[in-house]
Nanobody
Framework: VQLQASGGGLVQAGGSLRLSCAAS????????MGWFRQAPGKEREFVAT????????YYADSVKGRFTISRDNAKNAVYLQMNSLKFEDTAVYYC?????????????????WGRGTLVTVSS
């Protein structure tokens, strides 16, 4: 599956953004999807994941209660709604697909990665 993330931009602290990830391929609905991010000078980290049915979601503690991951299998898309953004949320955000069959935070289980979209939060 090929992935393309979009929706990044510059936003003030406290604001909101919605990231989208468009996927190609007929088997999108069978993939677990995840969002990861990489801040300047830091390693890439897990943000959120959603199972192929959408029934299971998990979040990093740093974004819990502020970010919401969702998917629309009919549109081959996954979304990340980001509210109450903080300066420390500034990063390049990547969407990824896993054939693991379950929602997972482990980057090693993700097979396909899209090009990232930059989110910049001004303080």
């Amino acid at each position: 599956v090929q992935l393309q993330a979009s929706g990044g931009g510059l936003v003030q602290a406290g604001g909101s953004l919605r990231l989208s990830c468009a996927a190609s391929g007929r088997t999108f609905s069978s993939y677990t999807m995840g969002w990861f991010r990489q801040a300047p000078g830091k390693e890439r980290e897990f943000v959120a994941t959603i199972s192929w049915t959408g029934g299971s979601t998990y979040y990093a503690d740093s974004v819990k209660g502020r970010f919401t991951i969702s998917r629309d299998n009919a549109k081959n898309a996954v979304y990340l709604q980001m509210n109450s953004l903080k300066f420390e949320d500034t990063a390049v955000y990547y969407c990824a697909a896993s054939g693991s069959g379950f929602a997972t935070m482990s980057q090693t289980l993700y097979d396909s990665w899209g090009r990232g979209t930059l989110v910049t939060v001004s303080s």
